[in-house]
């Protein structure tokens, strides 16, 4: 099946810092990616739905200039978490759309500790 | 927007038993149906899909069924293996209208030795 890199898959930094995470599609191009956040034992939450190109789309309550979204090529997405605070620890995940098979295919996560 | 309900949000089966999770969706429109398995720390791995124009899709052990008149979904895992062990996700979406997913709350399966 179709495979999506995230790096890095654990991250740990101070507050105030920003942290940037990538997001790869490894064997098909990926028109459209979506980044989510999962809180401990909680379902997904879509942060935003990004499309190479083009501006991300972010869900209501996200906010754009705190979570800056790229996507620059067909194979890679990225997610900046800026001027991060301790309730920005969470586990992000991106997905990417295979447009082949029109299914989304889920990375590894990331899980961000701010401390 | 799309509204999905997933239950149980827990079960434990014994190891050999069956285990059937269910789904229900409000959006009408909605015509794709995946299933994620989610295992401690890692992402979602889909493991099996439905589209609308079928009402059954079998893989091994795995099973999903579609109910469009009642929007509703279930998964149904038969000979269950402790290494299915994991929270499974069901989602639903609208093809060709971006593939947004809609995810239920998840259901933590435990499968007992």
């Known amino acids: 099946g179709a495979v999506v890199s995230q790096h890095p898959s654990r991250v740990i930094c101070k507050s105030g810092t920003s942290v940037k995470i990538e997001c790869r599609s490894l064997d098909f191009q990926a028109t459209t990616m979506f980044w989510y956040r999962q809180f401990p034992k909680k379902s997904l939450m879509l942060m935003a739905t990004s499309n190479e190109g083009s501006k991300a789309t972010y869900e209501q309550g996200v906010e754009k200039d705190k979570f800056l979204i790229n996507h620059a090529s067909l194979t890679l997405s990225t997610l900046t978490v800026t001027s991060a605070h301790p309730e920005d620890s969470s586990f992000y995940i991106c997905?990417?759309?295979?447009?082949?098979?029109?299914?989304?295919?889920f990375g590894p996560g990331t899980r961000l500790t701010v401390l | 927007g799309e509204n999905v309900e997933q239950h149980p949000s827990t079960l434990s089966v014994q190891e050999g038993d069956s285990a059937v999770i269910k789904c229900t969706y409000s959006d009408s429109a909605s015509n794709y149906f995946p299933w994620y398995k989610q295992e401690l720390g890692k992402g979602p791995q889909l493991i099996i899909d439905i589209r609308s124009n079928v009402g059954e899709k079998k893989d091994q052990r795995i099973a999903v069924t579609l109910n469009k008149t009642a929007k509703h979904f279930s998964l149904h895992i038969t000979e269950t293996q402790p290494e299915d062990s994991a929270v499974y996700f069901c989602?639903?979406?609208?093809?060709?209208?971006?593939?947004?997913?809609?995810f239920g709350g998840g259901t933590r399966l435990m499968v007992k030795p």
């Open positions: 989602a639903a979406s609208i093809r060709d209208a971006g593939n947004m997913l809609t």
């Open positions: 997905s990417a759309r295979s447009p082949q098979t029109d299914t989304q295919y």
